[in-house]
């Protein structure tokens, strides 16, 4: 009798047992299903370029981007997996079940989201990679940078102006912001360095984990800069950018003499796409109050400019247009940037 009893305890707690993980699985796919990523993408077209003589990209980064998903075949589920980490945090301060982002992802946009990170601040490295005295930009170029990253992300810039009313109830403090730990000099008789990450190599980051590294040395082409996404290899994480468009003093050239390249640059450093998505109208960059166009802008645009039936928030710092022309991040792509800071998100470590 006694092992009977025995047999049919342990049957039951092998049917409680097998109950239990069938609840948890369909939890886990419930959870899954609920953050929407049906519009998710990495690797984009390279129809839409501009560079400081017109001729090649303003910003690098999502070439560089798609050569490297060819490198790596890796690299794509990270970056899914650093997306739907966004999405769920997002989608969980917000209390719905997906990002409702433009065309169904993303980040929902519009109304501010509440992550108890307070100011984050974010320790930079700068790396200045010279062949000239030119290039060798000062400390005071290099501080007058970080006075623009800092009013910038801070919402304390003078170009307030810039912002229409159509867009101004979204215009958004991030609040992020930098502070220089150290600068590094190194002299080299290379005369550009190109998009292969070759400065990187050369002279690699300094615990990138915690810190962004700036490396500023002439790029070549007529490039300003590139970044690296959340989700990249560690030994090439950061960001590159040209001396003559890094700050507002000394070596600098107009029209990107206003810092605005760095602002750019480290949005993608923190998880922001391209405004117009690197596509057509239905391309999305994940954020619902940045209206859906199909081309970057350039110069300085005469509001309204309107594409896919809205008008261009032209004045986002992740458009193309000139530097005195820039104004805002949104509300969106703050809460898409703050996201990556969160407890298991791709750039937390810097807040440890």
Request: with cysteine.
């Amino acid at each position: 009798m006694k092992r009977v009893v025995l047999s049919v305890a342990i049957v039951a707690g092998l049917l409680i047992g097998c109950q239990d993980e069938d609840t948890k699985n369909t939890d886990l796919n419930q959870e899954q299903t609920s953050i929407d990523m049906s519009d998710f993408y990495v690797q984009t077209d390279e129809t839409s370029s501009r560079s400081a003589d017109g001729a090649g990209d303003k910003c690098h980064s999502m070439r560089v981007l798609n050569q490297k998903l060819k490198e790596n075949p890796g690299l794509y589920k990270k970056m899914y997996d650093v997306e739907y980490q966004t999405r769920k945090f997002i989608a969980a301060k917000k209390g719905n079940g997906n990002g409702g982002g433009n065309n169904g992802g993303g980040d929902g946009g519009g109304t501010p989201v509440t992550d108890n990170l307070g100011v984050i601040n974010i320790p930079v490295y700068v790396h200045v990679v010279y062949s000239n005295s030119q290039e060798n930009i000062s400390n005071t170029q290099i501080a007058s940078q970080m006075t623009v990253l800092n009013n910038d992300f801070r919402k304390q810039n003078s170009d307030s102006s810039n912002t229409p009313t159509e867009f101004a109830s979204v215009a958004a403090d991030a609040e992020i912001t930098f502070s220089l730990a150290g600068t590094f000099r190194y002299a080299n008789s290379r005369t550009s360095w190109g998009t292969n990450d070759a400065v990187k190599s050369t002279y690699p980051p300094i615990t990138p984990e915690t810190h962004l590294n700036i490396w500023v040395c002439n790029i070549g082409g007529g490039i300003l800069g590139y970044a690296q996404f959340p989700g990249g290899n560690s030994a090439t994480d950061g960001v590159v950018c040209a001396p003559q468009y890094f700050g507002t003093t000394g070596y600098v050239q107009a029209p990107f003499n206003g810092g605005r390249t760095m602002t750019h640059e480290v949005g993608h450093y923190l998880n922001l796409r391209h405004i117009w998505g690197d596509g057509r109208c239905r391309q999305d960059d994940f954020v619902t109050d940045t209206p859906s166009s199909d081309r970057p802008n350039y110069g300085c645009p005469t509001y309204p400019t309107a594409h896919c039936r809205s008008n261009d928030m032209t004045m986002n710092y992740m458009d193309y247009t000139d530097d005195a022309c820039m104004s805002l991040f949104t509300e969106g792509q703050k809460a898409r940037m703050r996201a990556i800071f969160q407890p298991g998100g791709a750039r937390a470590s810097i807040l440890n």
